[in-house]
């Protein structure tokens, strides 16, 4: 499979375009009686206003500053960023991201595992990478794809593997699947089981935890039953506002993130404004909000059931999850290494605590011998 270099440089054209969109903006204020958590319009208008004023070409070098790639895999061509260790015996490590997030905000993770040759994709019809041309995306397609990435394509016959959110299954699809390949590896959203196994737990933990789950869900998944549903209709609108592409994507980075209620400008304590734009940035340039929706309504985020994972793992329990019952990971993964509840880190865990999670990497790298 042949590679090809990769480098990012959005037209002027592109940029002109954004800016005067973004300048004709129409704001709304806060309803009466809007939710407590998510956006404010007080906060929609300040990043409207600094994306206004952006300097995407500094952002555009830093991000050029990390070698990225494409690749052409089955009836896609997948985008990806390798960064390689200066030891060539150093082992990989395959970071996947999920929605509503891009490879760039896994980028200071893995530019701080120097001692580790680090492969951050981009997920097909997310960013820089093409969607799947025809069939749908299931987390076992997407699994393949990865797999391929990593054997076929950059030659590492064993690797370690990271992911969440739509990529948690992809990762434990990986490990369970391919125990030869994977050496080991980590998660921070642990296992679900499928919903016909929810139905059979007893433990009391157990059932409180995805009772819990599913009464958030009431009020918080509105977002995933639209994708799922009305995925058209929804990209129409923020395909072609970038003020509605902004507060959809940011929203979701303030509720899911570690970061206290009340005031979302919270959120760049744990993710900066900066970091924020550029994934604004990366799915407005590349038109992709509509394609990172494909996993809501063909299947990838309705997990059916996975077999056990026999190669060791580690599993850090980040806050969005912090009532996850340990017992539920014992038996899914049976060479269980670490468990352990952090005190920092949300759902988008390598990203808001990186240096934390690249200590963590490292060690149980270590454990495995591979450092």
Do not use: C
């Not at 395959?94 to 200071?108: E, N, R």
């Amino acid at each position: 499979m042949s590679i090809e270099p990769f480098e990012i440089h959005v037209p002027d054209t592109e940029l002109d375009d954004l800016r005067e969109r973004l300048a004709r903006t129409r704001l709304l204020d806060d309803s009466p009686h809007r939710p407590p958590a998510g956006m404010t319009a007080g906060y929609l208008r300040e990043l409207v206003d600094s994306w206004q004023r952006f300097d995407w070409r500094e952002r555009e070098a830093w991000l050029n500053r990390h070698p990225q790639f494409t690749a052409p895999i089955g009836d896609a061509v997948i985008h990806f960023a390798h960064l390689r260790s200066e030891r060539a015996d150093a082992p990989a490590l395959l970071v996947m991201h999920g929605w509503p997030h891009t490879f760039a905000l896994q980028l200071d993770f893995a530019a701080l595992l120097r001692d580790f040759h680090v492969v951050v994709p981009s997920f097909p019809g997310f960013g820089f990478s093409s969607a799947y041309a025809e069939g749908l995306v299931t987390e076992q397609r997407l699994a393949e794809t990865m797999h391929a990435l990593m054997t076929e394509v950059l030659g590492y016959r064993r690797y370690i593997t990271y992911g969440e959110d739509v990529s948690a299954n992809v990762n434990e699809l990986l490990a369970a699947r391919n125990p030869d390949h994977i050496i080991g590896t980590i998660a921070t959203h642990a296992h679900f089981p499928s919903r016909a196994e929810r139905e059979t737990l007893t433990e009391p933990d157990e059932v409180a935890f995805f009772e819990r789950l599913a009464a958030d869900h009431v009020t918080e998944g509105a977002y995933g039953h639209v994708q799922a549903t009305r995925p058209d209709t929804l990209a129409a609108a923020l395909n072609d506002s970038p003020a509605g592409l902004l507060a959809w994507l940011t929203e979701k980075l303030v509720e899911w993130s570690d970061t206290p209620p009340g005031d979302p400008a919270l959120i760049e304590g744990r993710i900066s404004r900066e970091r924020i734009l550029t994934e604004a940035m990366i799915y407005w340039v590349t038109q992709s909000i509509g394609s990172s929706f494909r996993p809501y309504y063909e299947g990838a985020d309705q997990p059916d059931a996975i077999p056990p994972v026999g190669v060791p793992a580690a599993v850090f329990i980040q806050r969005h999850e912090a009532d996850y019952p340990e017992s539920l990971a014992r038996r899914f993964y049976r060479d269980l290494r670490t468990f352990e509840r952090l005190d920092e880190g949300g759902h988008f865990t390598v990203a808001e605590v990186p240096a934390a999670m690249a200590d963590r990497t490292r060690a149980f790298a270590r454990e495995l011998g591979m450092l």
